[in-house]
């Protein structure tokens, strides 16, 4: 079936390349697939980057959704977010009225492609949507600085993207499917011989040729295994059921690896 998705972003410019990706291969067939809104919560010059991204979106005649929530917080003197503590009463209104722009355009799941802000349970519970980590299921949390600076400090031999559904309680939906790339070989091994002793401080860990290689290779990745985890909902693989990553036959899935699909994928760029 055509999967039609919903896509989520910010300033539109870390996932941008993703963004471009997705729609290559839905020209080129290899995604069975259709954009049927992009939503962000900027407007129109906020910044310059995000009204390229904007151009761009336009330019492609997909529906562009935006509702600045800076603006909407500032309107009702609303606090901003903290992390670690309840979100604040006007992001209920918030995301009410982003409901209400986003389900004029019917949508089977959303991709959340760099959207910095965290969704009420009752946007997350009336909306499918999938967020993508750069790590494997079972690595690091967190940003992708704080990911790639566990792999150095513990000497990780791999790492990957994945994809997961998101749920009330953030960063801990069930996995839908993953991707694995090595950080050893060639490329890697002369990186992780070079590396100072101390590793304490992130700036040091930062600063690191090797941090800026594995970074390389987490970008590398991530816009392919998109592709290949968003046409494995596409094809009946995977599907979003009730609040769970279901598999074709309506079981429960295991985590899909997709490594195979996105080395050819890469391969074939």
Do not use: K
């Amino acid at each position: 079936m055509t999967l039609n998705i919903a896509w989520y972003t910010t300033r539109g410019a870390s996932s941008r390349a993703m963004f471009e990706t997705v729609l290559a291969a839905i020209r080129d067939g290899s995604l069975d697939a259709r954009i049927a809104s992009v939503f962000s919560n900027r407007e129109r010059g906020e910044e310059e980057v995000t009204d390229a991204f904007f151009d761009l979106v336009e330019s492609e005649g997909l529906p562009l959704l935006s509702l600045s929530s800076v603006r909407f917080r500032r309107e009702r003197g609303g606090a901003r977010s903290r992390s670690g503590e309840a979100l604040p009463a006007w992001r209920q209104e918030y995301d009410a009225e982003v409901a209400r722009l986003v389900d004029a355009y019917p949508a089977d799941l959303g991709v959340l492609a760099g959207y910095l802000l965290i969704f009420t349970p009752g946007f997350v519970e009336g909306h499918p949507l999938l967020n993508l980590h750069p790590a494997l299921p079972d690595g690091p949390a967190g940003t992708w600085r704080e990911v790639i600076r566990h792999l150095i400090r513990t000497r990780a031999a791999e790492s990957g993207v994945m994809v997961h559904l998101a749920i009330p309680a953030v960063d801990a939906g069930p996995v839908a499917a993953f991707c694995r790339y090595p950080l050893r070989g060639p490329a890697f091994d002369p990186l992780w011989d070079a590396l100072p002793a101390d590793l304490n401080a992130d700036e040091v860990v930062e600063a690191t040729p090797l941090y800026a290689r594995i970074r390389e290779a987490m970008l590398a990745h991530e816009a392919p295994f998109l592709v290949s985890a968003l046409q494995a909902f596409a094809d009946g693989r995977l599907r979003l059921d009730a609040g769970r990553v279901a598999a074709g036959s309506g079981g429960a899935a295991s985590p899909l690896d997709l490594t195979e699909d996105v080395r050819a994928r890469i391969g074939a760029a």
